[in-house]
């Protein structure tokens, strides 16, 4: 059947057999009825959207085979994934990389299946690793699975502003009224500069490599006013602390944040995320998703300590050969050295060398 011409994705009367079904390659002909899709399926995520195939592309240059099975022109199923073929970190099919939700997205099994066994069969083609699918339930039972490292937190906005600052913990409301006493102000702002600047430092300080900047800006480019970098500074006007943002059907998802130095001192991290809820709460979003997590990290109890409840993500694997479940990431122990090393490096070296490494880690 010819992918020339895609329709909208739509779900047929007739359920088609497995015979019928086909499995196709996200081409720029097909990206609107891949975006209805995720649009109206339950399943997907703002990381299913066919902008990040253009955005992985060019900002990391992975290819990105993001596969959809359909039928008579109606798509019935997606699934992004990311070859990533790294000396460093080994060779993998992600979905998806750079994102914290992946996976099939579908409403019916036998897709799940057929998108998964294709996904599978390139990998094996490929000589990866492993297929990764990062998801939050479980597909496969029976498939080697990474839970208890990660967890989700997400929650409703209220309409009433006055509601959703009262549901956030005595001590940690404290802190957002401290951020407001001390003066400090949001703003949108119209490119990444000032953001990357603040990120960038911040992530150097984790010890952790920082991708290029160019990414963030990719990601502007590509979703337009659905990825927003908001900027907190303080009473004279100094930038203090960045967070870049997600926009999805009723959802906002703050993704990438970071601060100086004087962050804490300020509680220009409550602050930040309270004006994200508050903004997001005045244009009529209904849900707040503060993102992934490691459990045991400062990360996971601030976000506990806002009141939102932990839910668990599920990375399950498809290993080749003698492969096991890949474990990069700061926790583990043979990365502390590495770690402490790369917090003391100057901040002009960091983000010099830092890209080359990040877009390996995924």
Not at 138 to 163: A, E, H, M, N, W
């Amino acid at each position: 059947m010819s992918l020339q011409q895609p329709v909208q994705s739509v779900e047929p009367f007739e359920t088609p057999s497995v015979e019928q079904l086909e499995v196709g390659e996200l081409t720029p002909a097909w990206q609107d009825a891949w975006d209805t899709f995720v649009d109206d399926c339950p399943e997907a995520t703002f990381f299913h959207r066919a902008g990040w195939k253009t955005v992985i592309e060019k900002s990391f240059g992975h290819a990105c085979p993001f596969l959809f099975a359909h039928c008579d022109g109606s798509i019935l199923g997606i699934l992004p994934l990311v070859h990533i073929d790294s000396r460093l970190f080994g060779k993998s099919l992600v979905s998806s990389a750079f994102c914290v939700y992946g996976g099939v997205a579908t409403t019916r099994p036998d897709v799940r299946l057929l998108l998964e066994a294709e996904a599978e069969c390139r990998g094996e083609t490929l000589g990866v690793d492993h297929v990764e699918y990062r998801l939050r339930s479980r597909s496969d039972s029976q498939r080697p699975c990474k839970d208890g490292l990660y967890v989700t937190f997400r929650q409703d906005i209220d309409p009433d502003l006055d509601v959703n600052m009262k549901r956030i913990p005595r001590k940690q409301r404290a802190m957002v009224r401290k951020g407001i006493s001390n003066g400090l102000t949001s703003e949108i702002d119209a490119d990444v500069d000032r953001f990357y600047a603040l990120y960038s430092e911040s992530v150097r300080n984790l010890g952790t490599p920082v991708f290029s900047k160019r990414y963030p800006e990719t990601l502007m480019e590509v979703f337009g006013s659905d990825c927003e970098a908001l900027i907190i500074s303080d009473n004279t006007g100094r930038p203090v602390n960045a967070v870049l943002s997600f926009y999805f059907r009723d959802e906002v998802l703050p993704y990438y944040g970071g601060g100086g130095q004087d962050a804490r001192r300020l509680a220009a991290n409550d602050f930040m995320y309270w004006e994200v809820m508050r903004r997001a709460c005045e244009r009529g979003y209904r849900l707040f998703d503060f993102g992934r997590s490691k459990v045991g990290t400062g990360a996971h109890a601030f976000k506990k300590n806002w009141g939102f409840e932990p839910a668990p993500l599920y990375y399950e694997y498809r290993l080749y050969g003698d492969a096991e479940i890949p474990d990069v990431n700061p926790l583990n122990p043979k990365y502390q050295r590495a770690i402490k090393t790369w917090q003391k490096l100057p901040l002009a070296v960091a983000n010099r060398i830092g890209p080359f490494l990040a877009k390996n880690l995924g």
